[in-house]
């Protein structure tokens, strides 16, 4: 099986400075790893994924993340941040094999709170 | 574009009540997941199905269950809700394949047990 974590539950940040959300996840298998962002009162959505190829994936609205598989991380960062970028924070991994059916492990949740 | 209609937003329901929590996709995903969001722990997965008759236990399907009858639909029932069960429940849909496939989330419901 595979466990997520994310290692901020709160992370509090001014508009325009970088952030960093962090997550790690232990698998005995190769893993798929996605973020979701989830903004008040609304279901979850996906922000971004990592398949294979290339381990750093961008979002288009200015976050990345870098697989890192010696590390066993997947960190979620922004350069930059709005105030409209005020969410929870998801971390997600399944297994490659089809035998996980596409299930997901989350983390926790890290609630990013952007101040003016 | 996807979607996942969850019919109640919100709701209230008394303990021992049998209370039902409708899930509909659009898409002609073969997988449907019903997860439970609690503050602190994220979400955990009460039932899955990837066919329709068909169900698969999640990590925590104690004091629940579900029904598949058409493809579209997955329901989720609580037999006799108890104040423990006071949560966000998201349902989601993906399609059958590669797991990379991504998941489609609604926009979740609130049931409160009183």
């Known amino acids: 099986a595979q466990s997520v974590t994310q290692l901020d539950s709160q992370v509090p940040v001014f508009e325009e400075a970088p952030v960093e959300l962090r997550c790690n996840y232990s698998?005995?298998?190769?893993?798929?790893l996605f973020w979701y962002v989830q903004y008040p009162n609304q279901g979850l959505q996906l922000l971004l994924k990592y398949l294979s190829g290339s381990t750093l994936v961008e979002s288009i609205n200015g976050f990345e993340a870098e697989f890192n598989k010696s590390q066993t991380s997947f960190h979620l960062r922004k350069p930059s941040v709005h105030i409209s970028d005020t969410a929870e924070y998801f971390c997600?991994?399944?297994?490659?094999?089809?035998?996980?059916?596409?299930?997901?492990?989350f983390g926790r949740g890290t609630q990013l709170t952007v101040w003016p | 574009d996807v979607k996942v209609t969850q019919s109640s937003r919100y709701l209230v329901k008394r303990t021992g009540e049998k209370v039902f929590l409708e899930c509909v996709q659009d898409m002609d995903h073969e997988n449907m997941f019903w997860y439970r969001q609690d503050p602190g722990l994220g979400l955990r997965l009460i039932y899955f199905?990837?066919?329709?008759?068909?169900?698969e236990k999640g990590d925590i399907p104690e004091g629940y269950s579900v029904s598949r009858e058409k493809k579209e639909r997955f329901s989720l029932i609580l037999e006799s809700a108890s104040t423990n069960q006071t949560s966000m429940y998201l349902c989601?849909?993906?399609?059958?394949?590669?797991?990379?496939?991504?998941?489609?989330f609604g926009e979740g419901s609130w049931l409160t047990v009183v």
């Open positions: 199905s990837y066919d329709v008759k068909m169900k």
């Open positions: 997600a991994v399944s297994g490659v094999r089809g035998s996980t059916l596409g299930r997901l492990y």
């Open positions: 989601a849909s993906s399609k059958m394949g590669s797991s990379g496939n991504t998941i489609y």
């Open positions: 698998s005995s298998v190769s893993v798929y």
